[in-house]
């Protein structure tokens, strides 16, 4: 019997699985697990990571929580293990309300991966909640005006970063995921550097691990990173 669909009342589920390849890897399981996520309606981004955190991730954006478990179900028996994993679901910021609404539109249902923009990172973050320095006991119109000078930085790489930052609070165990696609690797590299200087990240932001890669097709991404 078919569970009834599970999302958010607005916007996509995000899961990213971070996987490593330890054995025999049924690569045609893979495939067909891809191809049927995608006819279902998920978006399936494939992603070869570098160092050893892992060997590679599956980004999945869909209305569906269920049809998003089966597909990690599928990879684990295709003798892929699950070694980490980020569930979020895409929002609009509180202070980003009054956006135009193709604006409002692209947070939530983004369409990626985006064109042209191979290089590939994810970490999460949290506002700092501590006793001398906590984000939340800022008046809310100290902490839009601090993020509105966050997002102006953003700005200066528009063209070579798309960023998307997806909520996670009371889904894991950060508050956001940030996954950012870029032109050049050194794209990201700038784009985090220069952002921490804003007081936001500065005196408020603190961040988990990183993960780095390459987007690339089911196959490209397979074949570099399983035997």
Sequence with gaps: ??????????????L?????ANGAVNADQIRHATNEGIAQGLQIIPVAIMGAK???CFMILG???????TFQTALTNAGLDVTSSYVSVTEVSEYAKGMPEHM????????LPPEGMKAWCFYPMSK??????????EEFERRKELMS?????GKEFRGRVIQLVTGSSG???????VTLFAVHVDDLKDCVYTMRFDEASTLYGEFGEFYTGMVGTVDEVLSATTA
């Design 1 to 14: 019997m078919n569970s009834a669909p599970l999302g958010p009342q607005e916007g996509l589920n995000v």
């Design 16 to 20: 990213h699985l971070f996987c490593h």
């Design 54 to 56: 892992a060997d590679l």
């Design 63 to 69: 209305t569906d929580l269920w049809q998003m478990r």
């Design 104 to 111: 409002i539109n692209e947070r939530l249902h983004p369409v």
């Design 128 to 137: 700092r909640r501590g006793e001398t320095i906590n984000w939340y006991a």
């Design 149 to 153: 000078q966050h997002g102006k930085s």
């Design 171 to 177: 889904l894991d165990d950060w508050e956001w995921g």
